[in-house]
């Protein structure tokens, strides 16, 4: 049988219905939500499909990823993402399949859409220089994937974006037999242009870090790198210039006399819980979206 672990940040929209599609697939006997600490209802809906719902133990969906593989039950895993509606039904059918069968170990999804600026700027031109012998892959970032729990819990599962394209490195120097399949049409969320340089840092990074050739790297290397990192930003600084621009200014004991959060908790009347999640909260991050939550809809 098959576990499903779905990572999920914030996903109250859609996860109750990548559950449910999850749970019509006969394969599957374990469905589980591996929760990023969301800030919205993103558990209750997936419980109300009866998913069984756990909290990561460290942001990141690349920790979410690796405690789902820590406590699910079956051999085979599948990971979908919790934001896409548009799966195909037989979804789990297409990524378990060639496992089920006994004709793959690991198996990475392609889906009918243009491959991203990352993609064809950084990820393939990396591999091919730092790993001539890697195969080709259609879309070697896609994040729905299936593979077995025994060679995943040998995976290092990156922080960032790195995550995917870090397994599938992983899962060829393991030795596993890999295969691509097509899931059809998937309407997935593009990413910001201003994402697009974190992300193929992050990709860059995980690709030179477990590339073999980088053991003993030399000049060439290293000029076709930088090549690679020129042609990726000139497209964003590209994608940027089409943009409306807006200025930011920080108003702390600048343009206000004082904190900026402070002010806004007194015009609007929200002090009493400013001062209770500040003395309550130790954690920064946690601390920063319980206030953004304080100024939702003020204008």
């Known amino acids: 049988m098959v576990t499903v672990i779905i990572p999920a940040l914030n996903e109250e929209k859609t996860v109750r219905q990548v559950v449910a599609l999850v749970n019509r697939a006969t394969q599957v006997s374990e469905v589980i939500v591996v929760d990023d600490k969301s800030m919205d209802a993103t558990v209750d809906e997936a419980r109300k499909e009866g998913a069984t719902v756990i ?3 460290k942001l990141g969906k690349g920790a979410s990823m ?6 699910a039950k079956n051999e ?16 789990i059918e297409l990524l378990s399949a060639p496992i089920i069968d006994g004709e793959a170990d690991f ?5 009918s859409r243009q491959a991203g600026r990352v993609t064809e700027l950084v990820a393939k031109p990396l591999l091919s220089i730092l790993n001539p012998d890697f195969p080709k892959f259609r879309q070697p970032l896609s994040g729905m994937i299936a593979g077995k729990k025994s ?3 040998q995976c290092e599962f990156e922080e960032g974006y790195g995550v995917d394209i870090g397994i599938l490195m992983d899962m060829h120097q393991l030795g596993a037999r890999i295969t691509e399949v097509n899931i059809g049409n998937i309407e997935n969320r593009m990413q910001a242009l201003e994402q697009l340089g974190r992300m193929s840092r992050e990709v860059a990074r995980t690709i030179i870090r477990k590339s073999k050739a980088m053991e003993t790297p030399n000049l060439e290397t290293y000029e076709n790198i930088q090549v690679i ?12 210039m089409s943009l409306k621009k ?3 200014f920080d108003m702390d004991n600048t343009i206000l006399e004082k904190s900026f959060i402070h002010t806004a908790a007194e015009t609007f009347g929200f002090k009493d819980e400013l001062v209770n999640i500040i003395t309550n909260n130790s954690n920064p991050f946690l601390c920063t979206k319980l206030i953004a939550r304080l100024l939702k809809g003020k204008i």
């Open 107 to 111: 198996v990475k999804s392609f889906f």
């Open 66 to 71: 690796k405690d789902g593989v820590l406590v």
């Open 229 to 240: 990192r020129e042609q990726m930003e000139f497209a964003i600084r590209e994608g940027l």
């Open 55 to 57: 909290t990561s133990t």
């Open 76 to 91: 085979i895993l599948v990971f979908l993402d919790a934001d896409i509606t548009t799966y195909p039904d037989n979804i």
């Open 246 to 248: 807006i200025a930011v």
């Open 151 to 153: 060679l995943l819990a």
